[in-house]
């Protein structure tokens, strides 16, 4: 049997996580207490002292002591470099996996369950859909002008208006927007009939294909429809109905994607203004820079003067001025004290 170094956990050598510096070894009841033993830091010392409020999860609930400053940092960006990424669904929080998709139940593209300061957001699915726009929309605005000419008076009794040259042209334009352009919106679809949870991609892949079909089987097999879907002699095509409505349902997407994208880029901003580390005052009055998630409700921090606040808290010891401007929009600091 080991001691979790950081929670204090008794834990079964032989089934517990463990991590070798040095001569020594170490072993840790979960990969939270083993994160948090690779990201220690380093000694430093400060004038107004806090008390840390709010919710930090497994430090609250089990208590730990810290490290010394010597574990190498090496370790520590070797093992936050491995860490993956949770991704979740904004409606349906209860799905998450460890990789960028799709939710399986309303198709909506997954998000980061979490941001962490200075990390590039994926900007692939933005710029995907935004090459994929641009393709449908060059293709499509030629076949809807062509699909729509027989309406203008003056041009709906000119021979190739309604003959085989325009009928094939929309074809040759219309099936890359679909069976290229859409694609995504087949594969979602697809999905979401094998999952049962049936969504607006399930309505859009049924009636993106039912149109494309139709028209296509028009195209190559007009002797299989009833005399009555003969209008001037031909089967009517829609073709363009379905390059049309590929083409605003990835207006859609794209919309939304650049949206979600602004909204991450304004987490991340929030993030960034505070600290990356706090100085933890111990139980025996020695300082020690912990990195922000291992600080614990009801810990002692001290700030310095020019320091930023770590995080919220309750001022025990000093007093000086905060700038509170990025909460209240105050320019003025605020003076703080016991």
């Given at each position: 049997?080991?001691k979790d170094?950081i929670?204090?956990m008794?834990?079964d050598?032989t089934r517990a996580l463990?991590?070798?510096?040095g001569d020594?070894?170490?072993?840790?009841c979960?990969?939270?207490c083993?994160?948090?033993?690779?990201?220690a830091?380093?000694?430093t010392?400060?004038?107004?002292?806090?008390?840390?409020?709010g919710?930090?999860?497994?430090?609250q609930?089990h208590?730990?002591?810290?490290?010394?400053?010597n574990?190498?940092k090496s370790a520590?960006a070797?093992?936050r470099a491995a860490?993956?990424?949770i991704?979740t669904?904004p409606?349906?929080?209860?799905v998450?996996?460890d990789h960028?998709g799709?939710c399986?139940?309303c198709g909506?593209?997954?998000?980061?369950k979490t941001f962490s300061?200075?990390?590039?957001?994926d900007d692939s699915?933005?710029?995907d859909m935004?090459?994929?726009?641009w393709?449908g929309?060059?293709?499509?605005?030629?076949?809807f002008?062509?699909?729509?000419v027989?309406?203008v008076?003056?041009?709906?009794h000119?021979e190739?208006?309604?003959?085989?040259v325009?009928?094939w042209t929309?074809?040759v334009l219309?099936t890359p927007?679909?069976?290229?352009v859409?694609w995504?919106?087949?594969q979602r679809?697809?999905?979401?009939?094998?999952?049962?949870h049936?969504?607006?991609?399930?309505l859009?892949a049924?009636g993106?294909?039912?149109a494309?079909?139709?028209?296509?089987?028009a195209?190559?097999?007009p002797?299989?429809f009833p005399?009555?879907?003969?209008?001037?002699?031909q089967?009517?095509?829609?073709?363009?109905a379905?390059?049309?409505?590929v083409?605003?349902?990835?207006l859609g997407?794209?919309?939304?994607l650049?949206?979600?994208?602004?909204t991450g880029?304004?987490?991340?901003?929030?993030?960034?203004?505070?600290?990356?580390t706090a100085?933890?005052?111990?139980?025996?009055g020695?300082?020690?820079e912990?990195?922000?998630d291992?600080?614990?409700v009801?810990?002692?921090?001290?700030?310095r003067p020019?320091?930023k606040?770590?995080?919220?808290?309750?001022?025990?010891q000093?007093r000086s001025?905060?700038?509170?401007?990025m909460i209240?929009g105050?320019?003025?600091?605020?003076?703080?004290?016991i």
């Open positions: 049997m080991a170094p929670c204090g008794t834990v050598e463990r991590t070798d510096l020594n070894s170490f072993y840790f979960s990969e939270r083993r994160e948090k033993f690779l990201a830091p380093g000694e010392g400060s004038p107004v002292t806090a008390r840390a409020h919710d930090h999860d497994h430090a609930h208590g730990r002591e810290i490290l010394p400053a574990t190498p520590a070797a093992h860490e993956k990424i991704y669904c409606m349906h929080p209860e998450e996996q960028p799709n399986p139940k909506m593209s997954l998000e980061p300061p200075g990390t590039a957001e699915e933005l710029f935004t090459r994929r726009l393709v929309g060059i293709l499509t605005l030629p076949l002008l062509l699909a729509m027989h309406l008076p003056a041009w709906s000119i190739w208006v309604a003959g085989a325009s009928r929309q074809f219309a927007v679909v069976l290229w859409g995504p919106f087949f679809g697809r999905r979401s009939v094998i999952n049962r049936l969504t607006m991609f399930s859009i049924l993106v294909g039912s494309y079909l139709f028209s296509a089987a195209m190559f097999f002797w299989l005399p009555s879907f003969n209008h001037g002699g089967v009517d095509l829609y073709f363009e379905a390059a049309v409505i083409v605003l349902v990835v997407q794209v919309l939304e650049r949206a979600r994208r602004r880029s304004a987490i991340r901003a929030l993030l960034n203004l505070a600290p990356p100085r933890l005052i111990r139980n025996d020695d300082e020690i912990v990195s922000l291992m600080v614990a009801g810990d002692r921090l001290r700030v020019g320091d606040v770590p995080v919220d808290g309750e001022v025990v000093g001025s905060v700038d509170e401007s209240t105050e320019p003025i600091p605020l003076e703080k004290e």
